[in-house]
C-alpha cells in the first residue's frame, strides 16, 4: 500500500508522460521521414560544420609561404597494413603531389616531394574547400575518378601526407611551418571530409530551435528525475537520514 498517494499519482502521471513523449521522439514523424533524434543529430551536425568554415582565413595566411622550398621524404607504412598497401598507398599520395604541382619520387613505402610549400598548402585548401562544399564532381575531375569512394580516398591522401609532412618538419626544426601544416589538417582537411555530404547552417539561422532543443533536453531529464522521485516517495521509499533516537 502506497504511503503518500499524492506523490504517488504525480510520479506515474510524471512517467507516464515521459514515456509518452518518448514514443513520440522515436516516431518518424520529423523532417523527410527521421524521428526526433535523427532529426536533432542531423541539425546539430549542420551547425557545426557552419561553425568550422575557417578555409578562407587560411588562404590569406598561406599567401606569405608562397615561394618557399619543401623537400622531404616520408614514409608512408602504417602498422597493420597488408603486402603491398603501403605502395599502393605511396603511389596514391605521389599522384595526389604531382597534380598540384610537386614533385614526388617513390621508392616502395617511400615518397620524396619537393615543392613550393605555400603553393602546395594553397592546393590542399582548394581541396578542401570543395570538399566542404560537397563538390565532389570537382575532386573527382581532378584525380580522374569516377565514385565517391575512390573520391574519398584520393581526398583522404592529403592528410595521409600532411601528416607525416608534418613529422618531418618537426623533426627538421621547422616549427612554423609544421604548426602550419597541421592548422591546415585539423582546421581545413579534416572537417571538409568528416562533414562531407552535410548542408552547412550558421547558428544565427537556427538559434531559436537550437535553444529550444537543448532546453527540451533539460526540462526532459528534469521531467523524468521528479518522475522517479515521486514515485519512490509515494512507495515510503525516501533518502532522507533517519531521526536518531536520544537514549533516555
Known amino acids: 500500500m502506497a504511503a503518500d498517494k499524492k ?3 504525480w510520479g506515474l502521471i510524471l512517467l507516464v508522460s515521459f514515456v509518452g513523449v518518448l514514443i513520440l521522439i522515436f516516431a518518424p514523424i520529423y523532417g523527410e521521414g527521421m524521428n526526433g533524434l ?4 542531423e541539425l546539430f551536425n549542420k551547425l ?7 578555409i578562407p582565413k587560411l588562404k590569406k595566411d598561406v599567401e606569405k609561404y608562397k615561394g618557399k622550398p619543401l623537400d622531404v621524404v616520408i614514409d ?30 617513390v621508392d616502395g613505402s617511400k615518397v620524396h616531394i619537393t615543392a613550393d610549400f605555400g603553393a602546395l598548402m594553397a592546393a590542399a585548401l582548394e581541396d578542401a574547400d570543395q570538399m566542404y562544399k560537397n563538390n565532389g564532381d570537382y575532386i573527382k575531375k581532378k584525380y580522374d575518378v569516377t565514385d565517391d569512394e575512390k573520391m574519398k580516398q584520393m581526398f583522404r591522401q592529403w592528410h595521409n601526407a600532411l601528416s607525416l609532412i608534418n613529422k618531418r618538419l618537426t623533426l627538421d626544426k621547422k616549427a612554423e611551418d609544421a604548426n602550419f601544416v ?67
Not at 48 to 54: E, R, V
Not at 195 to 205: H, P, R
Open 7 to 9: 506523490h504517488l499519482t
Open 38 to 41: 535523427e532529426y536533432s543529430d
Open 48 to 54: 557545426s560544420k557552419g561553425s568550422a568554415y575557417q
Open 76 to 105: 608512408v607504412k602504417k602498422s597493420g597494413d597488408k603486402p603491398g598497401d603501403a605502395e599502393k598507398r605511396a603511389e596514391r599520395i605521389a599522384k595526389v603531389m604531382t597534380i598540384n604541382g610537386a614533385k614526388a619520387e
Open 182 to 248: 597541421k592548422k591546415i589538417m585539423t582546421a581545413a582537411i579534416e572537417p571538409a571530409y568528416n562533414f562531407y555530404g552535410i548542408d552547412a547552417v550558421k547558428i544565427s539561422e537556427k538559434a531559436g530551435l537550437a535553444a529550444g532543443l537543448l532546453g527540451f533536453y533539460v526540462l526532459y531529464t528534469i521531467w523524468y528525475g521528479f518522475g522517479v522521485l515521486y514515485l519512490f516517495e509515494g512507495l515510503g521509499l525516501s533518502t532522507k537520514k533517519a531521526k536518531v533516537k536520544k537514549e533516555v
